[in-house]
């Protein structure tokens, strides 16, 4: 005979912390026939979405805990002949890591399977994930320095969002218009700080990576946000993201990749508004400014699609670009927000067998509603004109 001591359920959960997103999209795009090849604007018929991410983080030892992040991602698209089934798609494991924490230094040590969360990756709930192990402290008062080693990535997950994956920017097929043959360890630093500065708050960023046989990566990101006047909350953000190429790569198709970004926002009795604007790229040569999909310049875009259309994409193309925006809303009751964006700029490429220069624009409409701190809905429509597509000397749109 044998004896199995269990612990109860109660005692086993009390140390478990649980978190999460679910979220529902239903997406439709239509494009007119001289619209260039892009995979990556909404190209959805009637689809209907579903992403699930359930956390569970848990104190296992003294300093230490264990985090578990289980994802769900299926696109169902009816029943047609061309419909999408996803309907028994299951989950899997999506990040899985132990931390360290030591708070008499101030310091934790995160290792293994988990979201980058840099500038150069998206830090929503896609952004790219990679094996490997980053170091935080907090020892300084408002500042936080952090440094990371990757030594392998989610590509599948990310598709044409990754550097290098994506087939849609040229006229000939399967051409790629950055090329990665091959990627190394990835290795970095940051220092993010926030301080209080003449009655605002100021909160730079630099960045430093090294992506073997992919290129040295450097960002600068600097925001100060104070109130003027009677009430009136005024935003202003800059930076600047560039990089030098690996020996590999610095050849006749591929140049080194710049961007320069300023954006500035208001807000005063439920009204909102910014005006910025983006320069980026290269005419001749395909270049990057960021690893995944837009990087975390969220804050620094506007519109939905024009930064995914040919020669515009942030994460490898060929085209010297030029936009500005403007944006607006009101919010009502703190729950209602009605805005649109308006992104005017254009393209210009010189190089052969590329499609995608001239000028551009994008007009979104928005609707969101904060039902509660946990639930929000929200919906916008979104225009691309293109004024050269296929046929370079008529228009293209999509919606």
């Given amino acids: 005979f044998s004896a199995a001591n269990a612990t109860p359920l109660e005692e086993a959960i009390k140390d478990v912390d649980v978190s999460g997103v679910l979220r529902y999209r239903y997406d439709t795009g239509n494009f007119d026939k001289n619209f260039v090849n892009n995979s990556n604007l909404n190209n959805s018929k009637q689809d209907h979405k579903y992403r699930a991410q359930v956390n569970f983080s848990a104190a296992i030892a003294d300093n230490f805990k264990a985090f578990v992040q289980f994802d769900y991602n299926a696109a169902d698209g009816g029943y047609g002949a061309n419909g999408i089934k996803n309907d028994q798609k299951g989950l899997f494991v999506r990040q899985l890591y132990l ?40 020892s300084i008062d408002g500042l936080t320095l952090a440094a990371f080693a990757v030594d392998s990535f ?45 009655g605002g708050q100021f909160n730079p960023q630099l960045w430093l990576a090294y992506w073997d046989q992919v290129a040295f990566f450097y960002a600068v990101d600097a925001a100060y946000s104070t109130t003027i006047f009677d009430g009136i909350n005024w935003t202003l953000e800059g930076a ?10 610095d050849d006749t198709t591929h140049a080194n990749g710049n961007l320069f970004a300023l954006k500035g926002s208001i807000e005063v009795n439920g009204w909102d508004a910014s005006l910025g604007g983006l320069y980026y790229g290269d005419k001749e040569k395909a270049s990057t400014v960021v690893i995944e999909d837009q990087g975390n310049l969220g804050s620094l875009l506007a519109g939905e699609e ?13 085209g010297r670009n030029i936009f500005g925006y403007v944006t607006g809303g009101y919010t009502f009751n703190e729950t209602v927000r009605v805005g649109a964006d308006f ?57």
């Fill in 99 to 138: 931390t360290y924490t030591n708070e008499d230094v101030a310091t934790s040590v995160i290792a293994g399977k988990q979201q980058l969360n840099t500038i150069w990756t998206d830090n929503g709930v896609d952004g790219l994930v990679g094996t490997g192990i980053k170091v935080v402290n907090n």
């Fill in 306 to 318: 024009i930064f995914y259309t040919t020669g515009s994409r942030l994460n490898g193309d060929t």
């Fill in 154 to 198: 989610m590509a599948a997950e990310q598709g044409a969002d990754l550097l290098g994956h994506s087939n849609t920017s040229t006229a000939t097929p399967n051409q790629v218009p950055f090329k990665v043959d091959s990627v190394g360890n990835l290795y970095g630093a940051a220092a993010v700080g926030s301080y209080d500065l003449a």
């Fill in 240 to 249: 600047y993201l560039g990089n030098s190429l690996d020996s590999e790569l």
């Fill in 343 to 399: 992104v005017y700029g254009g393209t210009k490429t010189e190089a052969a067998n590329h499609l995608g220069g001239g000028k551009k624009l994008e007009a979104v409409a928005r609707v969101d509603y904060k039902y509660s701190p946990k639930l929000n809905f929200s919906a916008f429509y979104s225009y691309v004109n293109l004024d050269q597509g296929v046929n370079t000397n008529e228009s293209a749109d999509h919606s």
